[in-house]
C-alpha cells in the first residue's frame, strides 16, 4: 500500500484560496487513482474530487463543481486540490486517498485503501 500525507490546510476567509497537496511514498504513484475525501463534525465523509492515473477523467460532486480542481503529478508522487470560492460549508478535514487502477472507479471511502491523516481546512465567514 502507498502512504499519504497530506499538506496545505489552513484557517481562510469565505471567498479565498486554497492548494492542498499529498505526497505518496511506498508505491507506484502512477498506478493508483487518487481521490480527495473531506468530513465535518457528525458528519459523515464527503467525496470532493477524484483523477484518475493518466489524468483522463476527473470526478467532482455537485457542491464542489466550478471551484475545485483536482490534478496530479506522477512524477513528483503528489496530488493537488485546488480551492477557489471557499465558503464556511467547506469546513472539514480533508483526507487524500488512493485506489489500484485497477478498480472500478468510485466515489465511496470503502473502495479507497490507502488514506492519508488528513489536513484541517476552516473557512469563516
Known amino acids: 500500500q502507498v502512504q499519504l500525507v497530506e499538506s496545505g490546510g489552513g484557517l481562510v476567509q469565505a471567498g479565498d484560496s486554497l492548494r492542498l497537496s499529498c505526497t505518496a511514498s511506498?508505491?507506484?504513484?502512477?498506478?493508483?487513482?487518487m481521490a480527495w475525501f473531506r468530513q465535518a463534525p457528525l458528519r459523515e465523509r464527503e467525496f470532493v474530487a477524484l483523477?484518475?492515473?493518466?489524468?483522463?477523467?476527473?470526478d467532482y460532486p455537485d457542491s464542489v463543481k466550478g471551484r475545485f480542481t483536482i490534478s496530479r503529478d506522477n512524477a513528483k508522487a503528489t496530488v493537488y486540490l485546488q480551492m477557489n470560492s471557499l465558503k464556511p460549508r467547506d469546513t472539514a478535514i480533508y483526507f487524500c486517498?488512493?485506489?489500484?487502477?485497477?478498480?472500478?472507479?468510485?466515489?465511496?471511502?470503502?473502495?479507497?485503501?490507502?488514506w492519508g491523516p488528513g489536513t484541517q481546512v476552516t473557512v469563516s465567514s
Open positions: 483523477i484518475t492515473w493518466n489524468h483522463s477523467r476527473t
Open positions: 486517498a488512493a485506489a489500484p487502477m485497477t478498480k472500478t472507479i468510485s466515489w465511496l471511502p470503502a473502495d479507497f485503501n490507502s
Open positions: 511506498g508505491g507506484i504513484f502512477s498506478r493508483y487513482t
